[in-house]
């Protein structure tokens, strides 16, 4: 059973930037997209991007300009940078397995929390 | 650009129907999916590919789209379905949430 587990700082401070790693165990990484979503407290679901295992990338537009992923297939990892973070940025950040032949996310890790403020 | 939209809550008595709908252009000719958080928990794929239920999930949950509306439904509603349930579709290689539907069993 694949399991994801997120890492990183829980606290940034604004203008830095936010940066986490997802490692996946239980399945090789090299295979599938591999996905970053967040949800602010107490709101909904925003998908962040998703890369392939080759290293090609998909973000979500409003994202893009601040948003780096990538992967490091020798680790079973794969990461999120977001640049010049705001409070708008504090959200429960979880990375997750999207599948492309159904559209759709299958695994989740359990979320980290992280809060910008100085 | 393209978005969907669910009502922001419903109410179903235990042992009735429940439906949760997902809006959006054309909707019916894209998958849609569902998933389940609930509080303190990370989202459960419940319904991909319009209505294909992932292993373990319960035959209670069934799912449908076509034309502007994709729609859940929860058959036999027992107090351990009261969550959030938040409908995805893709487009324009982008990921689309809906803003969620928080289902109350009362």
């Known amino acids: 059973q694949v399991q994801l587990q997120e890492s990183g700082p829980g606290l940034v401070k604004p203008s830095e930037t936010l940066s986490l790693t997802c490692t996946v165990s239980?399945?090789?990484?090299?295979?599938?997209?591999w996905s970053w979503i967040r949800q602010p407290p107490g709101k909904g679901l925003e998908w962040i991007g998703f890369?392939?295992?080759?290293?090609?990338?998909n973000y979500n537009p409003s994202l893009k300009s601040r948003a780096t992923i990538s992967v490091d297939t020798s680790k079973n990892q794969f990461s999120l940078k977001l640049s010049s973070v705001t409070a708008a940025d504090t959200a429960v950040y979880y990375c997750a397995r999207w599948v492309a032949t159904s559209s759709s996310v299958d695994h989740w890790g359990q979320g980290t929390l992280v809060i910008v403020s100085s | 650009s393209y978005e969907v939209t669910q009502p922001p809550s419903v109410s179903v008595s235990p042992g009735q129907t429940a439906s949760i709908t997902c809006s959006g252009d054309k909707l019916g000719g894209k998958y849609a999916c569902w998933y389940q958080q609930k509080p303190g928990q990370s989202p459960v794929l419940v319904i991909y590919?319009?209505?294909r239920r992932p292993s373990g999930i319960p035959e209670r949950f069934s799912g449908s789209n076509s034309g502007n509306t994709a729609t859940l439904t929860i058959s036999g509603t027992q107090a351990m379905d009261e969550a959030d349930y938040y409908c995805q579709t893709w487009d324009s290689n982008t990921v689309l949430f809906g803003g969620g539907t928080k289902l109350t069993v009362l």
């Open positions: 890369i392939y295992y080759s290293g090609s990338t």
């Open positions: 239980g399945g090789s990484i090299s295979t599938y997209y």
């Open positions: 590919k319009d209505n």
